[in-house]
Structures are given as structure tokens and as C-alpha cells.
């Protein structure tokens, strides 16, 4: 895979794993006005395989279930059947033992989640899973580690076919209160808190033990097909992104109030105004950069007068569009036309 179709993808994560977080969230009583919100998981969106959404959607998610407490990570886990992450959970469940399978996908980690996420293997004798989250809240990072744990190891007892019991979990975060619905869950009590990382780790038996779904010849066509998906994965537009989509397309098409692009995205005026501020900007400024893009577009085509222009983008007046033009670039309307000629 060549580095740059990777790179494109970098910062986002899987639509399955979205919709995963996303479905148990709403199962386990967050407000679905509140997921709702988050950028790129409507149902649209998330029936591509191919759609990549921004990681900082499924870490909002994340943050959300975070406050449901101990367990909700496990929720996730639960939910996660077999084929809820489609390609990557036959990667890791059809090798020819535990350890070849998550080896062998291992370089296809992006499939689910950005690089930047880590995902650490150790195999000596026993196997080491690890997982290292770029998420800053630590509430959030404890749920997301608890559920990749979880999931490793519900994986690992259907590849196996037995009830795999993992010889030892260590979370890097404090010990909550009561764990006891963490021993139930990994079938341990050796759960070790304020660890320097979050691993799970199986004994060399269950590690290398042949898996009952071994199957070399699918193996081969499941890395192919996720060589595929990663290749013609299609990061969608961030918040920012989609909110100046929007914007320049309702100033082309002469109507850019705020309340059209505000229901161009699907949400109030007011709202898209605290997004806007969040990311830094604000309205005014997002709407006289666009509209000085535009008219450095419509300039460089040579063919309508700048009073043409001053029409389609909003202005009262060919005289305030070069008051304007002056402003954004410190020359006159006729200065730049003339130097993006020449360019």
C-alpha cells in the first residue's frame, strides 16, 4: 500500500466501529439528541464501508458513554458480534493460530481505527495485546481501553472455540471503586490498575493453539481485500470542512444567510454558531474568507466585470467589492485580476 493512500486516511476511523459505539451509546441511555450531533454518524454516512469518519467523532462518543461509568466499554464489547467490524474481525480470528492471526493483521490495524491509535503485540511465549489511545479525557480513555480488551479477548475465545481465560489484563488508569464487573467479565481477578499500559495477555497454550476457522486461503483473500478498502477509503469531511462546503455552495447559488447553511447542515443557527466557535472562528470571518476566495476565482476567469461579481457574491455594489478586494489583499479588484493572469 503506498504511503500516501494511507496518509489520506490518517485521523480517521472505521464507519463500523462508529455505528458500533455509536448504537451502544444510545442502548445504554445517552440522549440520541446528543449523538445525533456528533459529526458523521447519521445513517447515511455510515452504510459506506469505504466512509472514513474523523477520530474526533468517535472519541466524542467515547466521552459520552464514559459517563455511564465502570462497564460501559464491556457494553461495547458485548454488542460487537463477529463481522460487526467485517474484514478486520476475520483477520484476527482465522490464522492458523491466535498469535499468527493478530501478527498477520496487524499492519492492517488503520481498517478499524487512525495509525495513530496503537495497537502493540509481544509474543514470546505468552501474547501481549496492548493499546495505546490518543484520547485526552482519562474517563474516555479508560472505557476505550476497556472495551479493546474486552474485544481481544471475546475474539479470542471464538477463534479458539473455548473459553479462553486471559492470564493477566493491566489498566493504566486508577482502580475504580468496585471492579468486581471487570473480574466477571475476564473471568480474572488478575486485574492490575495504575500499570504503565493497557494490555491483556494469554497464555503460550491459548496463543498457539490451531485455530478451529484456520483458513490460509482466506486469510490471503482477506488481506487482499482489506489492501482494497484501505486503498479506496474516503475520509468524509470534517466539521469545518462540511460547514464551508455548505457556505460556498449557498453563496454560488445566491442565498448565503446564515440560517440557509445552518439548515444545509442540518442544525440551528445557534448551534452551528457554537460550533464555528469551538474550532476558533466565527461566522463573519468564515463568510468574508469565502466570499474573498470566490471572487479571486470568478477574477481569474477573466469573464464576468467586477460589478458581475459584486452581484453574485452579495454586494451592495461593484464600489464595495473593491473596498473589499482592497482590504483582503491590500490592491485594487483590476490588480489582482491582472496578477493572476500573469500566474
Do not use: C
Request: zero cysteines.
Amino acid at each position: 500500500m503506498a504511503s500516501g493512500v494511507l496518509g489520506s486516511i490518517d485521523g480517521t476511523t472505521s464507519s463500523q466501529l462508529i455505528r458500533l459505539v455509536r448504537d451502544t451509546a444510545l442502548r445504554v441511555g445517552v440522549a440520541p439528541t446528543r449523538v445525533a450531533a456528533v459529526h458523521g454518524t447519521d445513517d447515511a454516512v455510515l452504510a459506506g464501508e469505504l466512509n472514513r469518519i474523523p477520530l474526533a467523532s468517535l472519541v466524542r462518543l467515547w466521552e459520552m458513554l464514559a459517563e455511564q461509568g465502570t462497564g460501559a466499554g464491556l457494553a461495547v464489547a458485548r454488542a460487537a458480534t463477529l463481522g460487526t467490524l467485517t474484514t478486520w474481525d476475520y483477520l484476527v480470528t482465522t490464522g492458523p493460530t491466535l498469535a499468527d492471526s493478530l501478527l498477520s493483521a496487524q499492519p492492517y490495524h488503520r481498517l478499524v481505527t487512525a495509525a495513530k491509535e496503537g495497537f502493540d503485540l509481544t509474543h514470546d511465549h505468552d501474547l501481549t495485546v496492548g493499546f495505546r489511545t490518543t484520547a485526552g479525557d482519562p474517563a474516555a480513555v479508560a472505557v476505550i481501553n476497556e472495551y479493546v480488551l474486552a474485544y481481544y479477548l471475546r475474539r479470542a475465545r471464538e477463534a479458539t472455540g473455548r473459553h479462553v481465560v486471559p492470564t493477566r489484563i493491566t489498566f493504566a488508569h486508577a482502580a475504580p471503586r468496585d471492579h468486581s464487573v471487570l473480574v466477571d467479565a475476564f473471568g480474572t481477578n488478575s486485574i492490575e490498575f495504575d500499570a504503565p499500559a493497557d494490555s491483556i495477555t494469554f497464555a503460550a497454550a491459548d496463543a498457539a493453539a490451531p485455530l478451529p476457522r484456520a483458513d490460509p486461503m482466506l486469510g490471503d483473500l482477506l488481506r487482499s481485500h482489506a489492501d482494497l478498502v484501505l486503498a479506496s477509503a474516503r475520509p468524509i469531511p470534517g466539521p469545518l470542512e462540511a460547514f464551508r462546503i455548505a457556505l460556498s455552495a449557498s453563496i454560488t447559488q445566491g442565498d448565503p444567510a446564515l440560517g440557509t447553511v445552518a439548515r444545509r447542515l442540518a442544525m440551528s443557527p445557534r448551534t452551528l454558531q457554537r460550533h464555528l466557535a469551538e474550532h476558533g472562528t466565527t461566522w463573519r470571518q468564515e463568510f468574508d474568507l469565502a466570499r474573498y476566495e470566490q471572487a479571486r476565482a470568478l477574477l481569474a476567469e477573466n469573464r464576468l466585470t467586477t460589478a458581475a461579481i459584486a452581484t453574485r457574491l452579495g454586494f451592495t455594489d461593484d464600489r464595495a467589492l473593491r473596498k473589499a478586494m482592497r482590504r483582503w489583499s491590500g490592491t485594487s479588484a483590476s490588480q489582482v485580476r491582472a496578477d493572476l493572469a500573469v500566474g
